[in-house]
């Protein structure tokens, strides 16, 4: 028989993405809703092998909704990946009664709950929040709406300067190992090509496409670059060698960074989170544990850690398709 939870700790870890504080939000006021205590966990697993708690209320949580980045901060931890560290961040939960935890983050988050859960039967519900949509379990990430919103109004900036000066830009977004974000905004700005880690496109191709570009009469161009693309060691490579090999081009790069993670959350990611958080509060009140909650086929679902963390979010083929019809 499961044991009552009484008190629920929430952290956000890893890189921050939009939404985070509305799930926090939501979190917590679902506690309040079933007169359940709520500990935040400041700077995620380092701050739970430090203590460093505060009690949440439903008046705590007021007007974050709009915010971005994570009212808890959020952090990398070394040495919660030891043994001893782990037993540290028991050893504090134990002590201030809290009962259970929800985590928001990706898979490094989901990795150590896992491990968690597996050496001391700790009650753990994940959160997929991550702008790069790349967490197996469900169709969206928290933070992936905006990041793409916060995209295609910046291409949309770059292009007028492009169209301007005649000029070839190269715009780089996150994405490490998947191309969720350079394929939708590419699609959705319009770029004329769009590079993916997922698929190799070649030097040999973009030249070529670069150059039917030219012939059909455009004089400015947009290519959006996954950062994990293989094509080139980097962005800035890859510019050089096709400004050698198409001099008609003035060639400039654009690396986004950062400013895709920031900013205020769009309208569907302040609902996601918030029905993602609502879900993760009741799921540990039922007894569950080990389990992510995501958003599939417009339904809130659920997945094993272990598979969330483990599986693949392949990208969508069709849009691919649709990739390959219209940028041209």
């Known amino acids: 028989m499961s044991k ?3 008190k629920i700790g929430v952290m956000t870890s890893g890189g921050d993405a ?22 935040g966990i400041y700077r995620g697993y380092q701050g739970m092998i430090e203590g460093d708690f505060v009690k949440l209320t439903a008046r705590s949580v007021h007007n974050i909704i709009n915010k971005g980045g994570t009212i808890l901060k959020s952090a990398r931890s070394k040495e919660f ?19 259970a935890l929800v985590l928001i983050g990706g898979d490094g988050t ?11 039967n700790f009650p753990c519900i994940g ?15 928290v933070g992936y709406d905006t990041a793409l919103n916060t995209v295609v109004e910046a291409i949309d900036k770059i292009r007028d300067t492009a169209s301007s000066h005649n000029r070839l830009f190269f715009v780089e977004v996150m994405g490490r190992d998947a191309g969720f974000i350079a394929l939708n905004t590419g699609v959705g700005a319009g770029a004329e090509e769009i590079l993916i880690p997922e698929e190799d496109l ?24 996954a950062e994990g693309d293989k094509i080139g060691k980097n962005v800035f490579e890859l510019a050089n060698y096709v400004e050698e090999n198409l001099q008609q081009y003035e060639v400039r790069v654009s690396v986004l960074g950062h400013m895709q993670r920031g900013g205020s959350p769009s ?21 569950e544990k ?39």
């Open 4 to 6: 009552k939870i009484k």
């Open 110 to 120: 989901f990795t150590g709950g896992m491990v968690f859960n597996s050496e001391y």
């Open 18 to 39: 939009p939404g985070m504080n509305a799930a926090i939000r939501a979190i917590v006021r679902a506690c309040s809703y079933y007169n359940v205590e709520c500990v």
């Open 290 to 328: 080990n389990l992510m909650v995501g958003f599939i086929n417009n339904k809130v679902d659920t997945t094993d850690l272990e598979k969330a963390v483990k599986g693949h979010h392949t990208i969508n083929k069709e849009l691919l398709r649709v990739s390959d019809i219209i940028t041209m």
């Open 81 to 99: 990946r030891t043994k001893e560290g782990r037993a540290k961040a028991y050893k504090n939960l134990t002590a201030a009664n809290i009962d």
């Open 202 to 225: 070649g030097l040999d191709r973009l030249l070529e496409s670069l150059k039917r570009s030219k012939r059909s009469g455009k004089s400015s161009s947009i290519v959006v670059v």
């Open 267 to 287: 309208c569907f990611d302040r609902v996601l989170a918030s029905r993602l958080g609502v879900k993760a509060v009741e799921l540990l009140l039922d007894g």
């Open 127 to 141: 959160i997929p929040g991550t702008i790069d949509n790349d967490i197996f379990g469900t169709n969206y990430t």
